[in-house]
């Protein structure tokens, strides 16, 4: 079969290589191995370095029965949440729904949402020709961009956003069917199209590809440079990775840093990898600490060394994050990683059950403090859960086990499409 891939804002195959693939592109690799063939719309524009990879329009044959459709917006943005974003977003959505009439016909199109755009121009396009769309429920827009305001302001941005939300409620009601990340993300596309679930509805989380780089070269060279930044793979370090943005909270981090810079400075070590619109105001809230480190953006070999020598992973979010069962948990479960997180809900219960590490209240030093220092000063109970976190990824969310069965699906959608 023929499947479109609609997504923007994940890495592609020609960012780098496949080491850092999100969803859609393991899915993507997953069909083409599997025979079918894929055409994946998505954006010139870079979402994680915020700039351009093509100045126009551009076409790539990734390899036998895979091409990327690169759609171009002069508009980039800067911020995650910002005007122009929306423009940017706007004007994918345009471009899309005057290119894909073009094209020869897909057996079948599954749409991430959002962007909000894409997923509606997909649904109608998908309507029109008699062609199955589903939507994958990524990310709760337009929602979350009403909640990243003050209060005061939050009823004129409703006002404001109103077309996004008809649009959003438009798409879902019509759509073949919904998958979402997470059972929090399925209602939420659910509570919009205004049923419950059905049959064709689905779950399937972001799974995570563990990578094992046994080059033991590169893997030197990668430790060398973390050390020249500062990385001592000597103590025990408590690591983020993760993009810098509003949803998450590394002033907390950093206030428990502090208060562990005296006492356990020999011991412990914070490393905080990536960047974003947040970088520079955290690296200054830590200016003075010796048991900080900000490593910037990494590449996958750094990563890979960084999953070696650490012993935690920190999940940092901030207060009412919309995030359920986020890809940094899988990545951190993958490398045997116990895991201290601020989410409640899905995350909350899931480290409960699976024993795989313990959570803390966002944006409260004390509660993070108290339940970070449990894990750190209890060499068995951070073994127990880095094997527990470890074992249940390898059975139920690794990429080798999530991407076959996401295939399969996609195959029934397709097959029945006439009951539909």
């Not at 496949?18 to 859609?24: G, K, P, S, V």
């Not at 029965?65 to 943005?77: A, K, N, Q, T």
Request: aromatic share 12%.
């Amino acid at each position: 079969m023929h499947v479109w891939l609609v997504t923007v804002g994940e890495p592609l195959p020609i960012d780098g290589g496949n080491d850092r693939l999100h969803r859609t592109g393991l899915l993507a690799e997953e069909l083409v191995q599997s025979g079918h063939r894929v055409t994946w719309w998505t954006s010139t524009f870079d979402h994680v370095r915020k700039s351009h990879r093509y100045s126009r329009d551009h076409r790539i044959v990734i390899g036998d029965g895979f091409e990327l459709v690169l759609l171009h917006s002069l508009i980039g943005y800067r911020k995650n949440v910002s005007v122009a974003r929306i423009i940017n977003h706007y004007v994918m959505g345009r471009k899309f729904l005057k290119q894909a009439p073009l094209e020869p016909d897909p057996d079948l199109v599954l749409s991430s949402f959002p962007t909000i755009e894409l997923s509606a121009f997909a649904v109608a396009y998908g309507k029109a020709k008699g062609i199955p769309v589903i939507v994958d429920v990524r990310d709760l827009w337009p929602d979350i961009i009403v909640d990243s305001f003050p209060t005061v302001v939050k009823p004129l941005v409703n006002i404001v956003l109103l077309p996004y939300f008809r649009m959003t409620d438009k798409l879902f009601r019509r759509v073949t069917a919904i998958v979402g990340v997470s059972d929090k993300y399925l209602d939420f596309g659910l509570s919009y199209a205004k049923r419950k679930r059905g049959t064709n509805d689905a779950v399937f989380p972001l799974g995570y590809r563990s990578t094992t780089i046994n080059d033991e070269t590169r893997l030197r060279v990668a430790d060398n440079l973390l050390k020249e930044m500062g990385v001592d793979a000597r103590k025990l370090i408590c690591w983020f990775i993760g993009h810098f943005g509003k949803t998450y909270d590394l002033s907390t981090v950093i206030e428990v840093a502090r208060r562990m810079d005296d006492s356990e400075t020999d011991r412990i070590q914070f490393v905080f990898s990536g960047t974003g619109e947040r970088y520079s105001e955290w690296r200054r809230n830590a200016e003075g600490l010796t048991n900080t480190v900000f490593t910037g953006w990494i590449d996958a070999i750094q990563i890979a060394q960084m999953m070696r020598v650490s012993s935690i992973g920190l999940m940092a979010y901030a207060k009412h994050a919309p995030q359920g069962l986020p890809n940094k948990l899988f990545e951190y479960l993958s490398a045997g990683l116990p895991v201290v997180s601020s989410l409640q809900g899905e995350t909350k219960d899931f480290l409960s059950q699976y024993d795989c590490g313990v959570s803390y209240q966002a944006g409260d030093p004390s509660s993070l403090y108290d339940n970070l220092s449990s894990v750190c000063n209890n060499d068995s109970l951070r073994k127990r859960m880095g094997l527990n976190g470890k074992r249940v990824f390898s059975e139920f969310f690794s990429a080798d086990i999530l991407y076959p069965k996401f295939v399969t699906y996609l195959q029934y959608m397709r097959n029945h499409k006439k009951e539909f």
